[in-house]
């Protein structure tokens, strides 16, 4: 009897020394700020990245919209002497949406930053960002896409696929994200994305695009989740379009879900944006891809975007499209007009390891870096175009996924890595490089002669009319004639 008593009492014992192991942990996670007042915390590339950068973030109370920002440097606890800055405060939906524009920063320079309300003295936990480097210098970011949660779990553990991809890139200078932050679009949604990989997004730069889960019908989110420059275009309800200087590369951000097809004020910026940069490495952000062996290929408004995007992307001498959409891992070979161009390889050393080079390449490679969240398809080898043959990989590992570039001079180096997330603990248990490329362009960037091309609605509305049904027609074609294909070889 007495055995058995000591049984018990040693059962219940455990039990509690393992809820003491547990609550800490829980509570030790990291906060956007001590009370939960403030959420949603997000700094983003607006403009000039040496000098300036969007902050936004959520309060579910109207109150003050401040900044306070000083060099890493020169912090010692205390926020006196820092830059002050301060913004708007607008409802939407059941919080407050607050934005602010930190400029006139210091290139090169690493910050720490807190948002809150200064009349009251309510302060976020503290972020860090850093500014781009004035001149050229070797650089590296993260790129992932399509997190894209329905349920706390599952933002738990995209959380955890960011984080392992901070520790593989603790130097990168920003995250990009193809889009499809969240699935369903609510505030819920919303408060989990930016909760669960908060320790992330309080200390790095973003640089987002607009996927169809917060595009399409779900009007104005996107624009109210982050502080972007919108300098480029009129119309913000689908997204928002952008680009930026880093070093010596320019990036353009592109919002697909502006179509059917992708307006003309767009496609005229982009050529305007691309052909006045002369910086040597070009890259272009967007969320649906043009090459991709996912599910969506087929769909009308991908067959109708790739018709009108994927000819002027040939154009403008782009060396990377990043995209989202498809949840699946691809990247072509160097393609052109549909074709895989001829393309001379060297092997060098560099930082101690061999890397194998396409030199001076012709043509672009277009990656998508898979799911960095758990809603994965397969590969699909029906598609209308000419997608897997141009492809040098297409392949379903069935694990998160996040990538890495790094530009350094006239070096890209990409690399593609897989995440192996417990489904218990929802905390990452190792990583595994899938996937590598690298380019070496000896030519430096120069921009071209063109013709400023009109992106106001006025100038474009007769194009822009024109263009649907021609799109319409397009497709309607295409499917007629490769559908019967299709079905025939499934």
Known sequence: MNKKLMRIISAVMAICLLACMIVPAASAMPQESADGSIKRISVVINGDAKTRRGICWYTTEKCGSDVEVMPLAKYNGSFDGALKFSGTCTKWKENYCHKVLAENLEPDTKYVYRVGDASTGIWSNNGTFETACDGEEPFSFIALADVQAGNEINFTKSGAVQRTAMQVCPDAKFLMNAGD??????????????????????????????????????????????????????????????????????????????????????????????NSSDAQWKIILMHRACYSAGKNINKPDTVIMRKRLLPIIDSLDIDVVINGHDHMYLRTYQVKDDKIQPTEYITENYKGEEITYALNPEGTVHILPNTAGTKRYGVHEDAMEPILKNSAVAAQPYKSMFSTFTIDGDRLIYRAYTVDVDDETCEATGYEKFDEYAIKKTTKGEAKEHEELPTDFLSNFTKNVVNVPVAIVYMLVKYILILPHIIKNR
């Open 181 to 274: 932050f969240v699935n369903d679009c609510n505030d819920q949604e919303w408060d989990w994305f930016y909760e669960k990989s908060c320790d992330t997004l309080m200390n790095i730069t973003m640089a987002p695009t607009a996927g169809n889960h917060e595009g399409n019908l779900r009007w104005g989110w996107f624009d109210n989740m982050f502080n972007l420059d919108k300098s480029a275009g009129w119309n913000h309800i689908t997204g928002v379009y952008y680009s930026f200087d880093y070093s010596n590369a320019h990036i353009a951000v592109l919002n697909t879900n502006d179509m059917y097809p992708i307006s003309e004020e767009q496609i005229n910026w982009l050529q305007n944006d691309m």
